[in-house]
């Protein structure tokens, strides 16, 4: 089956900060976006690339990407903007990769990693790693209400792969409460499978992330 990549895109990047949406912010010299469409399309098991921009910037990112790739405009939530993306992939995609542009060093070993688990029978694939941090539940108050064993968690990354029918189904219950793609699975009771996932897949959420992608790219990758 034909493996497709949707790309999210289209966030303002408040917590970043900045000005420019984040995809667009320069990583030793090339947008984010740009580093993560192309780590997408170096994965020979990736057939189509559809990137989920900010409405008023389609044009401009269709530009910096080239014609190979289709841009479609991104919605209010990320969800909206996935659901946009999946409803652009062709019709014999067959297996998607959901992938954020705000991971811009996630290497190319990762995808193909996904992509062959789900391509393997699994419907729901995820890159996941230990948790450093010990996480408390809260309650509105902020009163801690337990705290979960920490080997028992695990943070995620993307990209998330999974059978596209399974996740067409998932997105028709978009409205529930969950903070990424494999949440909205879960949901509908398909089981989901970890794999081990790379610390460079790290989320660029703050500007302390920019700083430690800008100085791996500087000192440790090729
Ligand atoms: N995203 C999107 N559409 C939205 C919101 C987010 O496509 N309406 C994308 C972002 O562009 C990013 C990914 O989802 O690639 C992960 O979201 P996040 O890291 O939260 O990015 P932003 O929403 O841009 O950042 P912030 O929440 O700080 O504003
Ligand atoms: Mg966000």
Redesign the pocket.
């Known amino acids: 089956s034909r493996v497709g990549a949707v790309v ?9 900060g900045g000005g420019t949406p ?2 667009l912010r320069p990583l030793a010299g090339r947008p984010m976006l740009l580093r993560a469409v192309e780590t997408l399309l170096s994965s020979t098991l990736v057939s189509q690339v559809v990137v ?1 921009a900010p409405p008023t910037l389609v044009d401009v990112v269709g530009q910096l990407l080239g014609s190979g790739v289709r841009v479609v405009p ?5 969800v ?2 996935v659901r946009v993306a999946l409803d652009a992939l062709d019709d014999d995609i067959g297996v998607v990769l959901v992938h ?3 991971r811009p060093l996630t290497p190319a070993k990762l995808v193909d990693a996904v992509a062959t688990t789900v391509l393997d029978g699994h419907p729901a694939v995820i890159p996941v790693l230990p948790v450093a941090d010990t996480i408390k539940e809260i309650d509105a108050d902020g009163r801690v209400v337990r705290t979960p064993r920490r080997d028992g968690l695990r943070a995620v990354q993307t990209p998330q792969g999974f059978r596209r029918d399974i996740l067409r189904a998932a997105y028709a219950n978009r409205d529930l409460p969950v903070t990424d793609d494999a949440g909205l699975v879960e949901a509908l009771g398909v089981p989901v499978t970890t794999i081990p996932g790379a610390e460079e897949a790290f ?1 660029v ?1 703050r500007p302390a992330d920019l700083v430690l992608a800008e100085a791996l790219l500087a000192h440790s990758l090729p």
């Open positions: 999210p895109a289209a966030g303002r990047g408040e917590r970043l984040k995809a989920a991104g919605g209010a939530e990320r909206d903007s954020d542009a705000a989320k959420t």
